[in-house]
């Protein structure tokens, strides 16, 4: 008898998580014989065989088919990909890179007040809510999002975040100025058409018993990730300022890729790793060590929005460059199953 593709997506799910969890089980039964009583904080390179449980752990968060030599090769590209975007936009405003640098410094590129920043997001939303249904389907079943200001400090080190369960997307302002080339990508990451949209149209669309046992946040993140890179197209960036704020977090995120393996894959040490990322992006030294930390405590999870919003992006460029399909129809086939590792989705699409 003939599957039907739910079905056979629950199939590959299941052998999916039985491959990983073998090599999981594996490995752990390695490290039990060791008898190791203590973990040591400086990275997998550093745990004895590390850089297998780092190859298991790009494969649990990234991809069952990715190796960290595939991996530190795509952050290069993609480093350059989005100097070169920078550039361009620089490029169009008829200043040199010193003079765009001190005029996208001024104050007039800043809210200083809650108010001001709370109202360009509600801004934002109103505005995206005119014609988003024409790119992306079931629109007008999504529940309305909340907007309000993060009050926890504990997550202050990210801009903003999507708390799920009360369908709110919160902006961090903690009495320092808040930049607004970040609201036009923020707002599109965390809460429409991006996070707040993607786990609704879960709690929407037939989900089955085996599919909601298991979360994939390759597929998440790089979902939040991809409708950054179509803001023209769905109306969020207005000009080169808002979509060059995309890119300068982008080129953090770009960052983080390499680094992530060759902190935990390649043995970097800490000054290694800051002398890489001060050899692309000047005076963010103290997000490179904030950054650096993390990748130590959770091996491969930055490397999900690059790698996932390359994967769609990809797709969506054949899709609509040998088909009359519309960016709408394209939404649905890659949305209509959920959230699966890529090399499933893959097979469906």
Excluded: C
Aim: charged letters at 30%.
């Amino acid at each position: 008898t003939k599957l039907s593709v739910k079905d056979q997506i629950d199939v590959e799910i299941m052998h999916y998580e039985t491959v990983l969890n073998l090599e999981r089980l594996r490995l752990e039964k390695k490290w039990l014989n060791l008898d190791i009583d203590t973990i040591p904080k400086t990275g997998l390179s550093h745990v004895i065989d590390g850089k297998e449980w780092y190859s298991y752990f790009l494969r649990r968060w990234v991809d069952s088919d990715v190796t960290p030599d595939k991996m530190f090769d795509f952050g290069l590209m993609e480093i350059e990909r989005v100097k070169s975007r920078m550039k361009l936009l620089q490029e169009q405003t008829d200043m040199d890179s010193v003079s765009f640098q001190k005029f996208i410094a001024q104050e007039s590129f800043f809210y200083t007040n809650t108010e001001d920043i709370q109202q360009a997001f509600e801004m934002i939303k109103k505005h995206l809510a005119k014609d988003l249904d024409l790119s992306f389907p079931f629109v007008d079943r999504i529940p309305d999002v909340k907007i309000a200001r993060g009050t926890n400090k504990a997550l202050a080190k990210a801009p903003a975040y999507y708390i799920e369960r009360d369908s709110t997307f919160y902006y961090n302002y903690f009495e320092t100025p808040f930049n607004k080339r970040q609201v036009s990508w923020i707002y599109i990451h965390e809460a429409m058409p991006g996070h707040h949209y993607q786990t609704s149209l879960d709690k929407i669309l037939n989900r089955s018993t085996i599919q909601k046992l298991f979360e994939y946040n390759g597929f998440l993140e790089g979902y939040a990730a991809y409708v950054e890179e179509i803001g023209y197209e769905i109306g969020a960036y207005q000009n080169i300022y808002d979509e060059l704020g995309k890119w300068e977090w982008d080129i953090i995120r770009s960052l983080r890729v390499a680094m992530d393996v060759g902190i935990n894959y390649y043995d970097w040490g800490d000054d290694k790793a800051l002398e890489f990322w001060q050899s692309h992006l000047q005076n963010k030294d103290d997000i490179a060590l904030r950054e650096i930390a993390r990748m130590k405590r959770w091996p491969a999870q930055v490397i999900t929005y690059k790698y996932g919003a390359d994967k769609i992006l990809k797709w969506k460029e054949s899709y609509m460059k040998d088909s009359e399909m519309s960016l709408k129809e394209f939404h649905m086939i890659i949305l209509e199953h959920g959230s699966l590792p890529f090399s499933v989705l893959e097979n469906h699409i």
